[in-house]
């Protein structure tokens, strides 16, 4: 089925244009003159929005603010000959897929339309459906994704705390062939050592004190399916040389058993800490390291994705209400914009706690920005942890060394005291370019 566009502008000779040039794509079009005339016709069958942002009548915003109580995940893109910057932020902060300054250019509306469909279950199928986004860096993750998830390779997710890692390695299990098996996760920080060998691997009865019966492991228990290691960063050094063995031989022993058994188990892994630097300090292996990042998935935080913001919040809000407060329908563009000025060090779970609380102690249907300000007034004492600390600070040094010496990697590198190949490997890592400082 083709995708189905709806183009809103009160200038007929462009929107006339606009929809010859779109339907050569192969899109399905209607046009309408204005505002008013949009909300008439929109229905759940259009799959994206483009509009003029100055008309007569309701404006491009203002339709934008009405679609969004209508349908909250259609996406909309603003046109408009009269643009500029503070106009394109706020558009961005209350939840605006793109926003283009006409003269048109053609690739750019035609990647903007792409990527806005993209991010449309309806688009996509459901594999992705949890996973609520409008930002075009993690439209291209989630393709990757989509590539990656008809194979069985190792894959590692990097992000900080709270940035939607396990979402995003449950999505990878939904579109693989591996859907209808069970997807498992377990946080390989959270338990002791013999317990989280027990837990992966299972043991025998009477393997150790306590081992009152025999326990299948989580690689068992995932068979044919897909086994989440989160916070591999954490395992103990002991057990990484297991798990290595179990992901070169496609086999577990069981605590106190001399027997192997096969197991077909795809292997996707997290950790918000940086492995890199973990193996320089002998605290993960090398060998593990790389048979687990054949691809690696980096999820940028929150802070760096601020047009996620509002359709996030309007989801927690719903999901909230049904929870704790029905009486509450809506958040206010006043608060959506607080929301999109805060920094998250918490990221997506912090938005999430902060929206659940405002929603179950609002008094309205509407959540105001005073609302807002005052949760997160609360939330000032969150400081992240020190390993997303440290990572912040590496990025903003090596900008700052970039800076200073307009890009030149050999005089960059020497000021922060690492080779050459190894400053190539932290820029690598914070995805910083040395030509975006040349001048």
């Given at each position: 089925?083709?995708?189905?566009?709806?183009?809103?502008?009160?200038?007929?000779?462009?929107?006339?244009?606009?929809?010859?040039?779109?339907?050569?794509?192969?899109?399905?079009?209607?046009?309408?003159?204005?505002?008013?005339?949009?909300?008439?016709?929109?229905?759940?069958?259009?799959?994206?929005?483009?509009?003029?942002?100055?008309?007569?009548?309701?404006?491009?915003?203002?339709?934008?603010?009405?679609?969004?109580?209508?349908?909250?995940?259609?996406?909309?893109?603003?046109?408009?000959?009269?643009?500029?910057?503070?106009?394109?932020?706020?558009?961005?902060?209350?939840?605006?897929?793109?926003?283009?300054?006409?003269?048109?250019?053609?690739?750019?509306?035609?990647q903007t339309i792409d990527a806005a469909l993209a991010s449309?279950?309806?688009?996509?199928?459901?594999?992705?459906?949890?996973?609520?986004?409008?930002?075009?860096?993690?439209?291209?993750?989630?393709?990757?994704?989509?590539?990656?998830?008809?194979?069985?390779?190792?894959?590692?997710?990097?992000?900080?705390?709270?940035?939607?890692?396990?979402?995003?390695?449950?999505?990878?299990?939904?579109?693989?062939?591996?859907?209808?098996?069970?997807?498992?996760?377990?946080?390989?920080?959270?338990?002791?050592?013999?317990?989280?060998?027990?837990?992966?691997?299972?043991?025998?009865?009477?393997?150790?004190?306590?081992?009152?019966?025999?326990?299948?492991?989580?690689?068992?228990?995932?068979?044919?399916?897909?086994?989440?290691?989160?916070?591999?960063?954490?395992?103990?050094?002991?057990?990484?040389?297991?798990?290595?063995?179990?992901?070169?031989?496609?086999?577990?022993?069981?605590?106190?058993s001399t027997e192997s058994i096969p197991v077909d188990v795809?292997?996707?892994?997290?950790?918000?800490?940086?492995?890199?630097?973990?193996?320089?300090?002998?605290?993960?292996?090398?060998?593990?390291?790389?048979?687990?990042?054949?691809?690696?998935?980096?999820?940028?935080?929150?802070?760096?994705?601020?047009?996620?913001?509002?359709?996030?919040?309007?989801?927690?809000?719903?999901?909230?209400?049904?929870?704790?407060?029905?009486?509450?329908?809506?958040?206010?563009?006043?608060?959506?914009?607080?929301?999109?000025?805060?920094?998250?060090?918490?990221?997506?779970?912090?938005?999430?706690?902060?929206?659940?609380?405002?929603?179950?102690?609002?008094?309205?249907?509407?959540?105001?920005?005073?609302?807002?300000?005052?949760?997160?007034?609360?939330?000032?004492?969150?400081?992240?942890?020190?390993?997303?600390?440290?990572?912040?600070?590496?990025?903003?040094?090596?900008?700052?060394?970039?800076?200073?010496?307009?890009?030149?990697?050999?005089?960059?590198?020497?000021?922060?005291?690492?080779?050459?190949?190894?400053?190539?490997?932290?820029?690598?890592?914070?995805?910083?370019?040395?030509?975006?400082?040349?001048?």
């Amino acid at each position: 089925m083709k995708p189905h566009i709806l183009l809103v502008d009160d200038d007929s000779s462009l929107l006339k244009l606009l929809s010859m040039r779109l339907a050569a794509f192969g899109f399905e079009i209607s046009c309408t003159e204005s505002a008013e005339e949009a909300l008439e016709k929109i229905s759940d069958k259009v799959d994206l929005v483009v509009t003029d942002l100055r008309m007569e009548g309701m404006d491009g915003m203002a339709l934008f603010t009405q679609l969004q109580r209508l349908y909250p995940q259609l996406p909309v893109i603003i046109i408009t000959a009269h643009g500029s910057i503070p106009e394109a932020v706020t558009a961005t902060q209350q939840g605006v897929f793109g926003f283009l300054t006409k003269p048109i250019d053609r690739d750019q509306l035609m990647q903007t339309i792409d990527a806005a469909l993209a991010s449309t279950s309806r688009s996509e199928g459901t594999w992705r459906e949890n996973i609520i986004s409008r930002s075009l860096t993690m439209e291209q993750i989630l393709q990757e994704a989509e590539q990656i998830s008809g194979s069985d390779v190792s894959v590692l997710i990097t992000g900080s705390s709270g940035s939607g890692k396990e979402l995003l390695a449950n999505a990878i299990h939904k579109a693989s062939p591996r859907q209808k098996k069970p997807f498992i996760a377990i946080n390989c920080g959270a338990l002791p050592e013999q317990l989280l060998e027990s837990e992966l691997f299972g043991h025998t009865k009477g393997a150790f004190t306590g081992a009152v019966n025999k326990h299948e492991g989580l690689f068992q228990a995932a068979n044919g399916g897909t086994l989440f290691l989160d916070e591999i960063g954490d395992m103990p050094t002991s057990l990484q040389v297991k798990l290595l063995r179990v992901l070169q031989e496609r086999q577990i022993r069981p605590v106190g058993s001399t027997e192997s058994i096969p197991v077909d188990v795809r292997v996707i892994s997290a950790t918000h800490r940086d492995l890199e630097q973990a193996m320089q300090e002998s605290s993960f292996r090398e060998d593990l390291f790389y048979r687990l990042n054949v691809v690696n998935l980096h999820l940028p935080p929150l802070k760096e994705r601020p047009e996620d913001i509002p359709p996030l919040a309007r989801y927690f809000v719903e999901q909230a209400a049904l929870r704790h407060n029905p009486r509450v329908k809506s958040i206010s563009s006043a608060a959506l914009q607080v929301l999109a000025q805060a920094s998250w060090p918490g990221n997506v779970r912090q938005l999430e706690n902060v929206i659940e609380k405002v929603t179950a102690l609002s008094t309205t249907p509407v959540i105001s920005d005073s609302a807002i300000h005052r949760a997160l007034a609360n939330q000032e004492q969150v400081i992240a942890n020190f390993n997303d600390a440290r990572a912040e600070f590496e990025k903003r040094y090596l900008g700052k060394v970039l800076q200073i010496t307009e890009g030149n990697v050999t005089q960059a590198a020497k000021i922060a005291g690492r080779n050459r190949t190894d400053f190539y490997k932290l820029l690598k890592k914070h995805g910083l370019e040395a030509a975006d400082y040349k001048t």
